[in-house]
């Protein structure tokens, strides 16, 4: 155990609570969490012990929907070598934030904060997240069964995958959850509620 305390759930800076997802950074010195019920990303040193403190990066003001705040945390990407930008998935919020780390406040870059929605300028409880080397932005929309791609400094997202309508089909998803990226560009989804893990082929 590096973060957190087995079987203790809880607010104080050895603790987390619902921790939802993980990413290191480019010289393995620290591990993010975006720890959920507590609304903040908390960040460790790889080679901690259970019990040690972490360090808020973002958020941790609470439940809210304004740029000091975080609402649910679910996914997060991070990589520094390409951004100074830690991408933040606001589940309960509907919405994307960009935050430099440590930084008393983020920006809001995809969603209408608290706001849930189907258009190509909304976000239904988002879930994952990618960025491709030009900071293209990929969002798992999980209410609204499909992914979303944001072209940078762009908030109108196009749908890659699923139709926005939820189902089995092979064009369809219901609730995915995650998503990755092969050398190719190929998109992989974690279509959750089908059970199953589709393919899509870059055009």
């Known amino acids: ?5 087995t079987g ?21 010195t620290y591990v993010y ?3 959920d019920n ?3 990303i908390i960040r460790f040193q790889t080679n901690s012990t259970a019990g040690t403190n972490g360090e808020v990066v973002a958020g941790g003001a609470g439940a809210g929907n304004t740029i000091t705040q975080l609402n649910q945390p679910w996914g997060i990407h991070y990589l520094p070598t390409i951004s100074n930008y830690l991408y933040i ?18 920006e809001f870059i995809a969603g209408i904060p608290g ?18 080397s030009y900071l293209n932005m990929f969002v798992v ?3 609204n069964s499909r992914v979303q791609m944001f072209c940078q400094n762009n908030q109108t997202g196009i749908t890659i995958a699923g139709t926005g309508v939820s189902g089995s089909s092979a064009t369809q998803l219901r609730g995915p959850r995650g998503i990755a990226f092969d050398c190719s560009m190929n998109l992989y989804v974690a279509d959750t509620a089908n059970n199953r893990v589709q393919k899509f082929v870059k055009l």
């Open 8 to 28: 203790s759930a809880g607010s104080a800076l050895n603790q987390l609570n619902i921790p939802r997802d993980i990413v290191i950074d480019s010289t393995d």
């Open 141 to 143: 929309d999980c209410g």
């Open 38 to 40: 507590n609304n903040r």
């Open 89 to 106: 998935i606001n589940y309960g919020g509907h919405s994307v934030m960009r935050w430099i780390p440590g930084n008393s406040s983020g």
């Open 115 to 132: 706001t849930s929605g189907s258009t190509a300028t909304t976000l239904s409880g988002p879930t994952g997240i990618k960025l491709d």
């Open 33 to 35: 969490i975006a720890d």
């Open 1 to 5: 155990t590096i973060a957190g305390v």
